[in-house]
């Protein structure tokens, strides 16, 4: 689905258009549903538990078949505190949020957090926070963002990306919100735990997941020292997909978003015309040579296009190569746009997968470039 202003060619050769037709282009339950971070079940019954509630889910087709062992206590606040700002963001300086000052209300390593969206929002909603022991509430943070893919929540996905893992050297100054999605009932799909995707996205069209997301900014605006300029966003499958949507949808308060694995994106298919997005947000865009779940490269190299075309690109051929060390994988940065901008189209190895030998350590080096 590339934009219709820019005939841009595929670095590598895609499947062949039987295939392509085969696999439903933008939408479908093959598209979507089922779509998994690691490991395989089938009909697989997840659990997540916390110091309240107890909810049990039926996951679909390649859903995780264990819980995550980090899930302890829920901590339940409301979010409806004005988020603001306290420093003039025109003067370089960090965009400290009402939240600098104060003692956090939440302990350090790893706690899940019940907030109230409101309505518009999806009433309770939760999120996985992890945040340093050594916070100091007088330094505005990093908040980073990580989606989940099909049928997995916060504090599953946090393991499986890494980004406080081995591979990143800890910095005192980022805090991390891991949020869940909810399990609803996709027309022609099934019941996943999945996003809706703002108001372009059917079957998994709505704007719930957006207001999620903002009310989670605001609570750790308002609770918390964050800098409003440095909000980031990563996700894996339909967890790419948001960090895409957030990027473009929220791009007035998202700084950059690492999308892996990420649908076509009809998302931003307003009737055969791709919108325009919200503010300028850097975006890294990953995707896989040999992706087994889409089977195709086309939803990474489309993905790609709307990117560069929305961000006003000079187009492929002025690309510079990323040295990401002992990665052979083809990542380019390209040149002339108004954000950042980045493809890796990563090893056949991974498959549907993150690209696990750097996607944390060049993904945290990226956000901390900002």
Not at 133 to 160: C, K, Q, S
Not at 309 to 322: P, Y
Request: hydrophobic letters at 35%.
């Amino acid at each position: 689905m590339p934009r219709a202003s820019h005939s841009y060619q595929s670095l590598v050769t895609v499947g062949s258009l039987a295939l392509l037709l085969a696999l439903g282009a933008c939408s479908g339950a093959d598209d979507e549903s089922g779509e998994s971070s690691e490991g395989t079940g089938s009909d697989a019954t997840t659990t997540t538990t916390d110091a309240t509630t107890t909810t049990t889910a039926t996951t679909g087709p390649d859903a995780p078949t264990t819980t995550s062992p980090t899930t302890d206590s829920s901590t339940t606040t409301s979010s409806t505190t004005d988020p603001g700002t306290t420093t003039d963001g025109t003067t370089g300086d960090p965009l400290a949020s009402p939240g600098c000052g104060l003692a956090p209300p939440d302990p350090p390593d790893g706690i899940n957090v019940m907030i109230d969206a409101g309505p518009e929002g999806d009433g309770m909603r939760r999120f996985y926070l992890r945040r340093s022991p050594d916070y100091d509430p007088n330094v505005p943070h990093r908040l980073i963002f990580g989606f989940a893919g099909t049928d997995w929540v916060g504090d599953m996905i946090e393991p499986y990306f890494g980004l406080q893992g081995d591979d990143v050297e800890p910095m005192p100054d980022e805090i991390f919100v891991y949020p869940d999605p909810l399990w609803r009932d996709f027309e022609g799909w099934g019941n996943y735990g999945g996003w809706v995707l703002g108001p372009y996205a059917a079957p998994a069209d709505g704007d719930q997941d957006l207001v999620f997301v903002e009310a989670v900014i605001d609570y750790m605006a308002a609770n918390y020292c964050i800098d409003r300029e440095r909000v980031f966003a990563t996700g894996h499958s339909w967890g790419g997909d948001m960090a895409h949507v957030v990027a473009c949808f929220l791009g007035d308060k998202f700084r950059a978003a690492v999308p892996v694995a990420a649908n076509s994106p009809y998302w931003f298919d307003d009737g055969g015309t791709f919108i325009d997005c919200v503010g300028d947000a850097a975006v890294w865009t990953m995707f896989g040579q040999a992706d087994d779940h889409f089977n195709s490269q086309q939803q990474g190299l489309e993905c790609r296009d709307f990117w560069l075309d929305e961000r006003g690109c000079d187009g492929l051929d002025a690309a510079v190569n990323l040295d990401l060390g002992d990665a052979p994988d083809e990542c380019v940065e390209y040149q002339g746009c108004s954000a950042t901008t980045r493809f890796c189209l990563y090893g056949a190895q991974y498959a549907h997968q993150i690209p696990g030998d750097y996607f944390a350590a060049a993904t945290m080096a990226f956000f901390r470039s900002f």
